[in-house]
């Protein structure tokens, strides 16, 4: 049977085609763009069973789940739980930890049985912690450079950015690049110092997310772009544990 994975998060959706756990093929959609026509177009036809997650609107759910009613195939969606096998969920109100961190987590216990701190840089930066023994010890949550750009041009009066951001991190030499510059130093410097606690704490990091590339890069750390699919289909029992 081939399968059909999507990890919908803020800003993207991404799916994977896999049979037999062998993956078959991939894509990516922006949430912005989706509805069921698009998907229609976009997702792939040979179809057997849909398992998905999403931390996005509950519109997106919907429209997933009509797609695969019109397919006429199964469909599960995965949610975050209290504890998957030996992984145990830190929060004080399980749900509220985002599934896609959650999948993120199962799968970096397949990657390795040490202590290990999972960072996400999407929309939001987070930070997830789990034990050797698979205790889920706390996060960190952050804006990721997007949302504190965001904010500080809605938040404050005087700044007013026009014209399309430069990613860099030289001084900005105006307020549009002076703006983009100073958060993607936040953003470095503040992911960076709490990378180096965490390794000097004995931590493994492992990193996922869009942003996350340049992140590993520099840190010659290991960047995991499909962690959170990973997870979903070792809960969906489609890969071997």
């Known amino acids: 049977m081939t399968d059909l994975l999507i990890d919908c998060g803020n800003t993207r959706l991404k799916w994977r085609l896999q049979e037999q ?3 078959q093929r991939s894509g990516v959609m922006l949430v912005r763009d989706i509805n ?14 849909l398992y998905w997650a999403s931390v996005a609107v509950v519109e997106i759910g919907l429209c997933l789940e009509a797609w695969a009613q019109q397919k006429n195939i199964p469909c599960q969606q995965m949610t975050t739980q209290h504890q998957w096998q030996d992984l145990r969920n830190g929060y004080e109100q ?29 929309s939001a930066i987070t930070f997830d912690y789990v034990s050797a023994e698979g205790q889920h010890e706390g996060s960190y949550i952050m804006p990721g450079t997007k949302l504190m750009r ?10 007013n950015v026009t014209h399309a951001v430069v990613e860099s991190t030289e001084p900005g030499t105006a307020t549009g690049p002076a703006v983009s510059a100073g958060c993607q130093q936040m953003v470095h410097y503040g992911v960076g110092g709490l990378i180096k606690d965490a390794q000097a704490s004995g931590y493994e990091i492992l ?11 520099e840190l010659d750390l290991p ?3 499909e962690l959170v699919l ?12």
């Open 21 to 23: 756990g062998v993956v």
């Open 36 to 49: 069921l026509t698009q998907l229609q177009a976009c997702l792939p036809d040979e179809v057997g069973a």
């Open 94 to 122: 399980p749900k509220q930890l985002g599934v896609d961190r959650w999948l993120a987590m199962i799968a970096a216990r397949q990657h390795t049985r040490k202590a290990v701190c999972i960072v996400d840089c999407g």
């Open 150 to 159: 965001q904010a500080l041009v809605h938040d404050t009066a005087q700044i």
């Open 207 to 217: 990193l996922c997310g869009g942003d996350a590339m340049a992140i590993a890069g």
């Open 223 to 225: 960047y995991l772009e």
């Open 230 to 241: 990973d997870g979903l289909a070792r809960v969906a029992g489609l890969v071997k544990h």
